[in-house]
């Protein structure tokens, strides 16, 4: 059975950094619920998994659709958001659609198609980020920047679709202030694509930031920021 008292310095971990995506939503101008956690739980078991969403952090994302398959069955019993986070293969799609509230990283045409595809077959609908590669770096997955005027109206066309927002990644190896210009260009493209975007389209939501520059993505108007590592300094 696993052990269900909470590990104390998870505990901290978790206030710790609750307090300081408050702290940095209040200083760009809003309130701290307009910033939705998603915690990264890829590198940790199903039981301190367990821990996490009991603590209130309900939002978990994994970078793995195989994490959420094997994740999910076994915490049924807590009302958890599964976020897939990380790149998914067509071959996934149908397996994992069940499970995940919202899919992050929507990284092709082909991948769009096949969520459409299965979505449709379940009766279900999809929501959705668009990930941007803001950083132009090649081993980033993600659209282009100029091509997101064409992907929203192809993806605005599948009646299983739901697309919220953005998501993008700051580059590899980028200190906070190039990170910063990255994420204030995905606002700043967001804010360029609202006014065309198709009525059934809403990018309100920015997914971006991660523990090591969360701040600087709350700066440039983050609605949910993925956070692993932090949760689980000092654990192993
Ligand atoms: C792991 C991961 C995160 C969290 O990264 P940390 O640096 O551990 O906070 C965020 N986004 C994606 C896509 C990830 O794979």
Do not use: C
Not at 124 to 140: M, R
């Amino acid at each position: 059975m696993p052990s269900f008292a909470a590990n104390p310095l998870l505990l901290e971990n978790i206030a710790r950094v609750r307090a300081e995506v408050a702290e940095a939503a209040v200083r760009s101008g809003r309130r701290a619920d307009e910033v939705t956690i998603v915690a990264a739980t890829k590198y940790v078991d199903a039981n301190i998994t367990r821990q996490v969403a009991a603590a209130g952090l309900l939002d978990l994302g994994e970078s793995r659709p195989q994490e959420i398959w094997s994740k999910g069955p076994e915490l049924t019993d807590l009302p958890i958001r599964w976020h897939l986070i990380g790149h998914l293969q067509r071959n996934k799609v149908r397996r994992t659609l069940p499970f995940v509230a919202l899919f992050h990283s929507i990284d092709s045409l082909r991948l769009l198609e096949e969520l459409q595809t299965e979505a449709e077959k379940l009766g279900q609908v999809v929501a959705i980020l668009l990930e941007v590669n803001i950083s132009g770096d090649e081993a980033k997955h993600g659209f282009a920047p100029a091509e997101m005027p064409s992907v929203i109206e192809t993806a605005a066309q599948f009646s299983h679709l739901q697309i919220r927002g953005l998501m993008s990644m700051a580059g590899l190896d980028t200190d906070a202030v190039t990170a910063q210009q990255q994420f204030a260009a995905v606002r700043q493209l967001r804010d360029q694509l609202a006014p065309n975007a198709p009525a059934n389209v809403s990018l309100a939501d920015l997914s971006m930031g991660m523990s090591g520059d969360f701040r600087e993505a709350i700066a440039e108007g983050a609605t949910m920021v993925r956070i692993g590592s932090s949760f689980f300094e000092g654990l192993f």
